[in-house]
Every structure is written in C-alpha cells, then in structure tokens.
T-cell receptor, first 114, second 113 residues
Framework: DQQVKQNSPSLSVQEGRISILNCDYTNSMFDYFLWYKKYPAEGPTFLISISSIKDKNEDGRFTVFLNKSAKHLSLHIVPSQPGDSAVYFCAASASSTNAGKSTFGDGTTLTVKP | KAGVTQTPRYLIKTRGQQVTLSCSPISGHRSVSWYQQTPGQGLQFLFEYFSETQRNKGNFPGRFSGRQFSNSRSEMNVSTLELGDSALYLC????????????FGEGSRLTVL
C-alpha cells in the first residue's frame, strides 16, 4: 500500500509557464510534508516544506499548497525555467521531528522546454 | 561546510556476498537516515540513527543493518546479497532533534551480479 502517491510520472511545460506537480497521501498521521528535487547522479536536495497547520508556503518561485481534507498537496513553480528540469519527490512524515523517517512518492520527472 | 559524504560511490558485488557502505553527515548533524532507491521507484526508508541509537526502522529484512558512531558517522551493511539489492543507497543527515529537512549525499550505487 503506497502511502504517498505522485500519479504523474512525467510533466512537460514551456519555459516561463507554471509547473504544477501533485501528490496524494493516505496516512492521516502525516503532519509534515516536503518536496525534494533530484538531478541525475546527485542526491535529492530539499526545496520546500509545509506543516499541517498551514495551507500554503512560499519560497521564491516555489509554492506548496496543502489540502488536508483531501489529503493532497501540490508544488507550483512560477515561472518555470529549463534548470528546473529534474525529478521531484514529494515526502511526508508524522512531524518535522520525525522527518528522518519520511515516506516518499515515486517522483515526477519535470521537463521545462526552452 | 562540507556536505554529506558517502563511500564508495560505486561498487559491484556478487550474490551471497556482503557489503558495507559509509556515510559522513554534515558537521554538527546528529541524525543519519538511510534510503534505498531502485529504478523507477521512490526512496524506501531503511533506518534512522540519532546519537548512536536506531530511532526508526523501515520494512526491510534483517540482512540490512546499520550503526552510528560517536562522531555521527554511520555505516550500513547488507549481508547475503541478492540481485534485488541492486540499487542506489542514499544517506541523509538532519540537523538535530527537530530533524526537519534532510540533506542527502550523492549515494552509493550497488550492483549485485
């Protein structure tokens, strides 16, 4: 039973447009959510996080939205740049103190075309 | 500040052998987690160590084990290797008790023949 799902394996957008990556989870104990970006031959790097007490968190071009009742979160990248092309992983944990034990989705490969 | 360092980066083993992977976390970080990534899959949690104690454990067989030393460096061991153990093994360190985001190393790519 996959507790964190990223239903779109890939997404292609034009440079300058918005990229929206989606993530669904099933475990209602999850209380802290993170997005990571991974380039080939590198480890994932942290992008942005959100705790369940918020429904939105912004950091520059990246915004994460959380809909707790729907158990759904999304990552918006505006405007998208070719350098954003990477695999994006959604992750969830029971709390920020327990993020060492995160449950990850399978990832979405984002391609931003110039 | 140096990042998370994993060694070796690549290794090839045969079935039945055992392997030890090493991870040096970011200086000052006390939490070290290990994840397995197989092709097309997300990261599967193996275990987490904090102050030399295993704090969390994932759903992997007992062939997978780990430990953490007093300097926060960590090792993971896989015994009696199987073909399905071929994967990228990622180590991540966290800042402390309030772990927050993880800082990943580049991984150790294990191929089992």
């Amino acid at each position: 039973d996959q507790q964190v799902k990223q239903n779109s394996p890939s997404l292609s957008v034009q440079e300058g447009r918005i990229s929206i990556l989606n993530c669904d989870y099933t475990n209602s104990m999850f209380d802290y959510f993170l997005w990571y970006k991974k380039y080939p031959a590198e480890g994932p790097t942290f992008l942005i996080s959100i705790s369940s007490i918020k429904d939105k968190n912004e950091d520059g071009r990246f915004t994460v939205f959380l809909n707790k009742s729907a158990k759904h979160l999304s990552l918006h990248i505006v405007p998208s740049q070719p350098g954003d092309s990477a695999v994006y992983f959604c992750a969830a944990s029971a709390s920020s103190t327990n993020a060492g034990k995160s449950t990850f989705g399978d990832g979405t490969t984002l391609t931003v075309k110039p | 500040k140096a990042g998370v360092t994993q060694t070796p980066r690549y290794l090839i083993k045969t079935r039945g052998q055992q392997v030890t992977l090493s991870c040096s976390p970011i200086s000052g970080h006390r939490s070290v987690s290990w994840y397995q990534q197989t092709p097309g899959q997300g990261l599967q949690f193996l275990f987490e160590y904090f102050s030399e104690t295993q704090r969390n454990k994932g759903n992997f067989p007992g062939r997978f084990s780990g430990r953490q030393f007093s300097n926060s460096r960590s090792e993971m061991n896989v015994s009696t290797l199987e073909l399905g153990d071929s994967a990228l093994y990622l180590c991540a360190s966290g800042q402390g008790a309030n772990t927050g985001e993880l800082f990943f190393g580049e991984g150790s790519r294990l191929t089992v023949l």
